[in-house]
């Protein structure tokens, strides 16, 4: 039932997607606007910093994952569906976990696109270790969908949703970001530091593990008024 | 076993901060009955379906299914509660029948031929792949309305549902209530509109400022009867 | 805590009367000289930051799970004392580094989580006060994953970059700076004793008037 339910909800979103596509669209304009921006903002004559295309991916990401999120919970806000499907006849935390599914497959997209134009805006080698980076970019994408899922759902009916979101989620995904960059930094020297982004996968990995217990026990006690 | 017969309010209370949303309210509904919750716009209407739906807490008091709790019956109880509030809890960019199949298949009420029932009762049978955005108001509350009662729950709950409807819609609405009463169903309706309520409701709970300020049958001259009982306030 | 809380009162208030002198008769730090007694605040209010981050995200878990009000009120008044001691070690610390180091930030480790967490606590207080309804179950739930998250920071900060003396110091301190140091250390825990039960007197008169507000309704 749990399983079933969090896939239906998935489904759902997915058939919504693919007819309207605009989340989809936007956040990857959006994400590709943000490289852009980054890079002008990094490239010194002409050369760009072979450091900062780690960063930038992972800025990327955040930025355009917290867009995505806040437009996710816009949807369900609109008719009120998200009391329908708190009223489904299952664990409420399935919800959760379909959502939060939801956005990752949305930001996987996105990295599949944002992976190549940074590798190839700075001449980065991205692709040297493909399967490490894949798992690095995995972990952390579901370290901050887990808990963006959670706090978005929750301001669904809060004042100034918009604003805070991002205050509570940057700061709370800085571990994130830190093993996100510097795994990918590592993964970027030649060459590879493959010890080092297996350890920042190890991080990433336990954290999911641990947030994600935690984001399915207080989802139900959360949503109920 | 989740199926219940009656639903109760025992000495309910809600509050928000300093707003009082709920005060010991204690009201019994059983199968058959269609109870009218009426009140003024801020009565605590809404949180009273709320309590009864799981979607709110009480701060006090409790809220029982059956003589059960709700946790002690678990997340199977809300397979016996259906629930149609105003804004209608419909995917605008999915299609009749799609809105329809996911919420089946969520309440594992699966199966074409209830769904084609379905859309035929609500007057879209040929507009099942239209996507509901293109709706008019009338059609997404017919929808609504089966939607909300696909999987045949024990407890109906509808929140001003004919807010927005013509006639003929109301008389709709209105017969489809009686029909599910008469098969057992507990149904509460909360509404400001009196005139609807009238002949259509067989209990009626007047609630004011929170408070619960009569539980009787419903009688002939409800006007009559909720003006004396509310005041002017 | 009631009874004592005047005496209490009294022994901090002579504490931190006297503690300039100690500081002052403490040894002399060689190479950092007198900008070293910073010390003296900086680490115990970092100290007590951690302590009262703790509480605050216990009481969260309690809050969030219990529905106990008190203890959203304990999440609550510790969450704004570990903004205010973060704001003694945010200030203090850039004020030593610039003179024991010659620059005002340099994202070490311990600094760096310091700040992170401080963020966190202040990001509940804005939640608290600008989250609409619900807003004290999602401060709760913040708070929660805050503490959860304080062995994550710790690790990645600390794989990340590290110029701060190691936590081993504090052990290791001569006599001479060791008393001051604990005195202070003490001194500054009591504060933060006395404002924590203040601040929740005042939280429960809160909760007291709004009952009286409900009561008079009925």
Known sequence: MFARTALLVLQKDFAIEVRSREILYTTLLFALSCVLIFSIAFVKEGEPLLDAAAGILWIAVEFAGTLALGKTFERERYAETLRALLLAPAPRAAIYLGKMLGVVALLAVAEALLVPLVALLFHAPLFAEPLLLVALLAAGTVGFSIVGTLFAAMLVRARSRDVMLPILLYPMTVPVMIAGVRGTSALLQSPADTPSAIMWIGLLASLDVVFMTIALWTFEPLMTE | MTDFDSVELLDVSRHFGRRRALSHVSLTARAGDILGLLGPNGAGKSTIIGALATLVAPTSGEVRYGGKRARALGDGLRRHIGLLAHELHLYPELTARQNLEFFAKLYGADGAPAIDAALERAALADRGHEEVQGFSRGMRQRLALERALLHQPRLVLFDEPFTGLDD?????????????????????????????????????????????????????????????????? | MRKIFLPLLVVATAMFAYAPYLIDGAAYESSMGLVQKIFYFHAPSGMVMLVSAIVCGVASALYLWKRNP???????????????YGLIVMLTGPL?????????????????????????????????????????????????????????????????????????????????????????????????????????????QRAALDALYLEEED
């Open chain 3, 70 to 84: 008190g203890a959203d009120h304990l999440a609550l008044a510790s969450a704004e004392l570990t903004v205010l």
């Open chain 3, 96 to 204: 030593w580094a610039r003179k024991a180091w010659g620059i005002w930030w340099d994202w070490d480790a311990r600094l760096t989580m310091s700040f992170v967490g401080w963020l966190i606590a202040i990001s509940y207080l804005f939640v608290r006060k600008y989250g609409g309804p619900g807003s004290d179950k999602l401060g709760a739930a913040l708070a929660v994953f805050g503490t959860a998250n304080v062995p994550f920071i710790y690790l990645s900060v600390n794989f990340w970059r590290t110029l701060h003396p190691k936590t081993s110091v504090v052990p290791t301190l001569p006599p001479l700076i060791a008393g001051p140091f604990w005195f202070s250390a003490l001194a500054l825990f009591l504060l933060y004793l006395l404002l924590l039960t203040a601040r929740l007197h005042l939280e429960r």
């Open chain 2, 168 to 233: 003929h819609a109301v008389s709709i609405v209105a017969s489809r209530l009686r029909e599910l009463a008469a098969a057992g169903a507990i149904v509460i309706i909360a509404t400001h509109d009196l005139d609807l309520a009238d002949g259509l409701v067989t209990r009626v709970a007047l609630i004011r400022e929170g408070r619960l300020l009569s539980d009787e049958p419903a009688a002939a001259g409800l006007r009559a009867r909720y003006r004396s009982v509310m005041g002017h306030a």
